[in-house]
């Protein structure tokens, strides 16, 4: 007896001994619509590699000739005159503000994002999950605009107290220490964005607590465990491959912010004087380039800018291919 499509049914049965099929004995249908969504599926990949690698070339191509003509060391300036004859510019400031800020947001986001994922999972009633889930997620819907308003127009005003108690306290830890600004600091700037990536671990980490096996939380209340000693030894090492994997997804959307810092960060003058504290001033990426979009005029400027966007680029590769490592070995784990 064969099927509709020309395989027996004898070849679509398991093998008697238990061995799994052969890769040449899967049955296939060979229908149109199966061939159109497969050739389908495997264009839009080439596709989305292929953008990626042409954003990435463009890149390139435009910033090798302005770094060339560069007068000043691109990573370890502070300077930023990309016109003129004798074209310099640094990406120092750039560069720690971006990791300074984003790395802020992490150390606050990650340990809220994971307890708030574990009271909706472990906690919570019934009742209320949904629900709250639900509010959770809708700070992810909230435009960029609005956290910068917010921050600029509430949160600034509230925060710039405690600002002062923690450099009267702290202050003599150097990451901490005093510089007289009191706007758009990197610390301010990291609890905002802290803020707006809080939805993406959340979110990540309560789908991965909620797949945790029954049977590992079941094993250790048998066992006597409390709760949280139940959540320590079953829940968390289950889901840790998906904290780090939510962590680095929402750092890379923490160091492409570009709208709710631009209203928010206190740019520096070159002539400024230069900390690594946290409550110093200064500019990201994103800012810069968004800020100064009307410097565009010749090749020479816009290159710097675009070597810029280059370091930017490459660290949100860096990040996310990370993530992809990540998430793969949870997977091979799993299997």
Avoid: C
Avoid at 32 to 50: E, K, N, P, Q
Avoid at 133 to 157: E, H
Avoid at 259 to 287: K, M, Q, Y
Wanted: proline share 6%.
């Amino acid at each position: 007896m064969s099927s509709v499509t020309g395989v027996s049914v004898a070849d679509q049965l398991p093998d008697p001994e238990g061995r799994p099929p052969l890769e040449g004995d899967r049955a296939s249908t060979g229908r149109l619509g199966d061939r159109l969504f497969g050739g389908a599926a495997t264009a839009s990949g080439v596709l989305v590699i292929a953008i990626v690698s042409l954003i990435a070339v463009f890149l390139v191509v435009q910033a090798v000739p302005a770094l060339l003509d560069n007068d000043a060391n691109f990573f370890t300036s502070r300077v930023w005159a990309p016109g003129g004859d004798a074209p310099a510019f640094g990406i120092l400031e750039f560069l720690w503000t971006t990791v300074a800020a984003s790395t802020l947001a992490m150390v606050i986001a990650v340990p809220f994002g994971v307890a708030v994922a574990l009271f909706l999972t472990q906690y919570a009633p019934t009742w209320m999950r949904k629900p709250a889930a639900a509010l959770v997620d809708l700070l992810a819907a909230v435009p960029s605009i609005v956290y910068g308003l917010w921050g600029l127009i509430t949160f600034g005003p509230f925060f710039k107290p405690i600002q002062g108690w923690i450099e009267d306290t702290f202050g003599w830890f150097p990451l901490l220490a005093r510089t007289g600004i009191t706007g758009g600091t990197i610390f301010f700037i990291g609890i905002v964005l802290a803020i707006m990536v809080l939805p993406i671990v959340t979110a990540l980490s309560r789908e991965i607590f909620d797949q945790t096996p029954l049977a590992h939380k079941e094993g250790a209340l048998a066992l006597g465990a409390t709760k949280w000693e139940m959540i320590r030894t079953a829940v968390l090492p289950f889901g840790k491959p998906g904290v780090i994997s939510a962590a680095m997804l929402a750092l890379g959307r923490a160091l492409g912010e570009t709208i709710a810092v631009t209203f928010l960060v206190s740019g520096l003058n070159d002539s400024s004087p230069w900390t690594f504290s946290l409550f110093n001033g200064g500019e990201t990426f994103a800012s810069k380039i968004a800020n100064n979009a009307a410097e565009f005029s010749n090749p020479s400027r816009t290159g710097a800018y675009i070597a810029a966007g280059l370091v930017l680029f490459v660290l949100t590769f860096v990040v996310n291919s990370i993530a992809r490592v990540v998430i793969e070995r949870r997977k091979a784990f799993t299997e």
